[in-house]
């Protein structure tokens, strides 16, 4: 039906991205302008490619700011940039 879209339920958000899924099970990566959409094996191969990058960086997952660290930890994490 026309104008009807998929409900969606917030799965993870951060200062510098969001990940939803749609009703019909879409899951949508969305950072800044840019939102992908991917299926969750994706989505869990990207995970552990990103912390695994993190790891090499010699930043473990603990020491990231969350979302309730302050401006301060967010923009740090944002680079100073555009924010979700």
Not at 33 to 41: A, G, H, Q, S, Y
């Amino acid at each position: 039906m026309p104008g009807q879209g998929c409900g969606k339920t917030v799965l993870a958000r951060g200062p510098c991205a969001e990940v939803t899924q749609c009703s019909c099970g879409h899951i949508h990566l969305a950072m800044g302008p840019v939102t992908i959409r991917v299926e969750e094996e994706v989505l869990r191969a990207i995970g552990m490619t990103l912390a695994e990058a993190l790891q090499q960086l010699g930043t473990p997952l603990e020491a990231l700011p969350n979302e309730g660290a302050g401006p301060l930890a967010m923009s740090t994490l944002a680079g100073g940039g555009w924010k979700q």
